[in-house]
């Protein structure tokens, strides 16, 4: 399907217009920091595989990438161990239950589910070389955001420490992992990396990028670096449309027709293959954790052009 980049420009435009008023949802509230960033902020930046970028409101905004980031650490590690191995330690299974759920892990003891949700994201970040060395490790994920986003990410420290301070529950989940062999490095310093990497703070237009690197199978649009091995893009996209927006995937891919991953932080990545990377950020979330207006919008932009991961078009963007 063929499209002028001015005609696809107005769609997003309309897509900013139609949902900027939209009041529903509230801030993360599990997370200090977060439920005081101000819920007005909206934004939406979509990525072109030539790097062209169309982008309306806050998309400059620097906001917490949280989960979002589990996408970009579940890439290095399947770029370093390749798709099997990641499949034997963690899996690739969406479970239906909440991001943080312990019941799953419970349930699906022989593995963390998928690299996706909060016990395969720490269990993915234990993967990360080299073993026993965080600095290293910490460095390795530092990098790699950056290629994968175009430019280098910072730490937001406010919400780091915010996070740090409440994550009871990712606590339990680190042990619990330990506990079935599921984790490989020591779970204390795998999960302060976790709470690291969730702590990043992104823009919406950084978000695209690495969207759009991903549709590009590997190579980042903007600075024309290969990233990862276009062989593991689809595997990166299946985990993505499975278990992206939890427990609501299923709604969520049957009215947008786009894998994408949300982060509580208010940030949405969605990925077309081939045709572009899509974020929108906005703070406000539904009961599952998603960011009420970056949904809308999505949708919104998606159906308009009447682009499908099931269908068989690919935007030409002229
Ligand atoms: N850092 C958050 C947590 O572990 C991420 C959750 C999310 O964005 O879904 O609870």
Do not use: C, H, M, Q
């Given at each position: 399907m063929k499209i002028s980049k001015k005609d696809l420009t107005a769609i997003v435009k309309e897509a900013y217009n139609a949902v900027?008023?939209?009041?529903?949802g509230k801030n993360a509230d599990y997370i200090p920091y977060l439920q005081?960033?101000?819920?007005?902020l909206f934004g939406i930046a979509l990525c072109l595989p030539d790097g062209r970028i169309i982008e309306v409101g806050d998309t400059q905004y620097v906001f917490g990438i949280e989960s979002v980031s589990k996408v970009l650490t579940a890439i290095l590690v399947i770029n370093e161990y390749g798709t099997a191995e990641v499949m034997n330690r963690i899996g690739a299974d969406?479970?239906?239950?909440?991001?943080?759920?312990?019941f799953a892990i419970l349930l699906e003891k022989d593995h963390p589910?998928?690299?996706?949700?909060n016990a395969g994201a720490i269990s993915a970040c234990s993967m990360?070389?080299?073993?026993?060395?965080a600095d290293k490790k910490w460095q390795a994920i530092d990098s790699y955001f950056a290629r994968l986003c175009g430019g280098k990410l910072s730490v937001i420290d406010e919400l780091y420490k915010s996070e740090s301070a409440t994550n009871f529950n990712n606590k339990s989940i680190a042990w619990l992992l330990k506990n079935y062999n599921r984790?490989?490095?020591?779970p204390d310093m795998s999960l302060d990396l976790y709470t690291r990497q969730c702590s990043y703070g992104v823009t919406a237009r950084q978000l695209a990028v690495c969207g759009a690197t991903i549709a590009n199978k590997?190579?980042?649009?903007?600075?024309?670096?290969?990233?990862?091995?276009?062989?593991i893009a689809p595997q990166i996209v299946s985990l993505i449309a499975t278990?992206?927006?939890?427990?609501h995937t299923g709604d969520w891919l049957y009215t947008s027709g786009i894998p994408a991953k949300t982060g509580v932080g208010g940030g949405i990545m969605a990925i077309m293959p081939g045709s572009f990377g899509l974020a929108a950020f906005s703070p406000p979330l539904d009961d599952a954790g998603n960011s009420y207006r970056a949904q809308l919008a999505i949708k919104y932009i998606t159906n308009k052009l009447g682009v499908?991961?099931?269908?068989?078009s690919v935007l030409e963007v002229v």
């Open positions: 900027k008023d939209e009041n529903g005081n960033i101000p819920s007005s969406a479970t239906g239950l909440p991001f943080n759920s312990i589910s998928s690299p996706l949700v990360v070389k080299p073993t026993g060395d984790i490989y490095d020591d590997g190579v980042n649009p903007v600075t024309g670096e290969r990233v990862f091995d276009s062989a278990v992206g927006f939890y427990e499908n991961i099931f269908g068989d």
